[in-house]
């Protein structure tokens, strides 16, 4: 077999021509969609082009950091050279299988991808003895090492949060899941002693400003305990936050940041409505001007659904319509800050002296358990003037900038999980015997395993590259966007996996590999439903110009 410094050259070759052939497609898209104007029309390509661009900037990420990680992670070239054959391998066969809707020909994809070099690449980078030594590692060490940080402070928050995640969380984790708890008190205080909420809020309103790798590398390693009650935590603060510093006025920014990066307050985000989902412009529930005890403010009246933790909470970022006129749509909302009380349980009756009430009935659910997801009846809610943010008709953008960081912690959520089972099936390999020797010395089980860790390598490195392109540039959607994408696809393959490397014992709800498969359930579908973010996320935004990424 060639040597590791070969492989990681072809496997460049590789990807170069992999990137080669997906721009072409890319840029046969947008002639066909009228530079994403029409996409509608080709929905199921749309789809494809989304998932081989996401796919594509996962390899070339994975192989930037094989290749700055030589000699400190002794997995990264194996698990970034099989990557780049696995997608490189689907994607000739599924370009090559439509290559007119793709609006490519037969010399394009003989010069790129079907290639004898780049085949001769593919079959030795798939080839199964790779997975299974991959595979053979990962259950000796009951997992995969750590990844190599460049930045002290980012591996020293990794420690600290891994320590905290593991001595605090991960012991009542289990418990939480199966009571339907509510996450404790005590779990949230130690987090605000720890700093977690203001990871990403500047220093000079009282956060660390420690950027959104580190909000990432906190949020997978609160994951790997548990989704729920660890790692969705600091989601709703990181996504108000984001809309206060994107248009909140100084004040607002004095008022309410100091408070979200201690942990004073808990916030929830409310934008989903019974009939109005992924399509946030057409939000009805209305806020309407009018004053209260003399002061100026609006009433807010309407029902809201899935508004997660908005009984605990102690304010709700809630999208409004402050334009009748529906025609409006997007310019047509606002985002407040609703204050409440707090209250546990399943359900609540927040009432105001004035007469406003909000009603909220938590809708049982399967999995993501721990802080409760909620529908709300609003009759009337007084809010003050100056808890509208950025103005009166700008809620559904600072929401959307707040969205991007929302998924981009989903892509560290999901890569958490995705390790919490992965270790699980690993440690259960070593433990469980059948027919005479651990399940782990089977060679179908290291080749799962060994797949298994190359997906989650290449979401975790995916991931981290979005973090450092949103610190950059913090109005970009779709790295974002992709890597929740990818993300929650590999958590979801993962889970499932592992789920069956545990025999009938994967059933068992006693068993946390139970948890994390129906944790894994909801992360294609919030922030985001995944045929949404694919067709007008970053379908579109790919379309709609020549890519950039990579």
Not at 100 to 108: D, H, I, K, M, R
Not at 445 to 466: D, F, N, P, S, W
Request: net charge negative; aromatic share 8%; proline share 3%.
């Amino acid at each position: 077999m060639a040597d590791t410094a070969e492989e990681l050259r072809g496997a460049r070759a590789a990807a170069g021509q992999l990137r080669r052939i997906v721009d072409a497609a890319l840029a046969a898209g947008r002639e066909r969609t009228a530079n994403g104007r029409d996409i509608d029309a080709h929905q199921p390509h749309t789809e494809r082009l989304a998932y081989l661009a996401t796919e594509t900037l996962a390899v070339e990420t994975l192989l930037t950091y094989a290749e700055l990680a030589e000699g400190r992670d002794p997995l990264a070239a194996d698990e970034a050279i099989a990557f780049a054959g696995l997608v490189a391998g689907r994607a000739r066969g599924q370009i090559g299988d439509a290559l007119e809707t793709f609006g490519l020909s037969e010399a394009q994809l003989e010069e790129t991808l079907d290639a004898a070099e780049t085949r001769a690449f593919i079959r030795a980078a798939t080839h199964d003895g790779r997975f299974d030594a991959i595979g053979a590692r990962v259950v000796e060490w009951r997992g995969t090492p750590d990844c190599y940080l460049e930045g002290e402070e980012e591996r020293m928050t990794r420690e600290a949060v891994r320590a905290f995640a593991r001595a605090e969380v991960t012991p009542i984790a289990q418990r939480i899941h199966l009571g339907d708890e509510l996450v404790p008190e005590s779990i949230l205080s130690k987090m605000a002693e720890l700093g977690f909420f203001g990871l990403a809020v500047p220093v000079e309103y009282g956060g660390q400003g420690m950027g959104n790798l580190a909000m990432i590398l906190t949020t997978e390693e609160l994951s790997v305990a548990s989704l729920a009650a660890g790692g969705s935590l600091t989601t709703r603060p990181e996504i108000l936050t984001k809309a206060l510093l994107g248009g909140g006025s100084e004040e607002q920014k004095q008022s309410w940041l100091p408070r979200l990066a201690a942990g004073e307050i808990m916030a929830a985000i409310s934008v989903t409505e019974p009939d109005t989902g992924s399509d946030v412009a057409s939000v009805k529930v209305r806020a309407e001007r009018g004053e209260q005890d003399g002061g100026a403010g609006w009433f807010i009246s309407g029902a809201k659904a899935w508004c997660t933790f908005a009984g605990r909470a102690d304010v709700i970022a809630m999208l409004c319509r402050t334009d009748p006129d529906l025609s409006k749509g997007a310019k047509g909302l606002s985002l407040f800050i609703v204050p409440k009380d707090r209250f546990q349980g399943h359900e609540f009756v927040m009432r105001q002296a004035g007469g406003g009430v909000i009603e909220g009935k938590a809708d049982r659910t399967p999995g993501y358990r721990g802080m409760h997801s909620f529908t709300l009846q609003i009759e009337r809610y007084f809010v003050p003037a100056g808890n509208l943010i950025g103005g009166e008709g700008s809620g559904f953008y600072l929401q959307m900038n707040g969205f991007a960081a929302g998924r981009l912690q989903t892509g560290g959520r999901a890569t958490g999980l995705a390790q919490a089972a992965l270790e699980a099936a690993a440690t259960y390999a070593n433990e469980r015997s059948q027919f005479g020797q651990p399940i782990g010395r089977y060679g179908l089980t290291r080749y799962k395993l060994g797949r298994m860790a190359v997906e989650i390598a290449a979401a975790r490195q995916l991931t981290y590259e979005a973090a450092r392109i949103f610190d950059r540039e913090e109005s970009r959607a779709i790295e974002p966007s992709m890597a929740k994408l990818f993300a929650c696809d590999v958590a979801v393959r993962t889970t499932q996996e592992a789920q069956i490397l545990h025999g009938g014992w994967g059933f068992a709800e006693e068993f946390p590999i139970c948890r994390y498969v129906l944790d894994a359930l909801v992360l294609p579908i919030f922030e985001g439903v995944k045929p949404v973010l694919e067709l007008k996320v970053i379908g579109r935004a790919l379309l709609a110009r020549p890519s950039d990424l990579g």
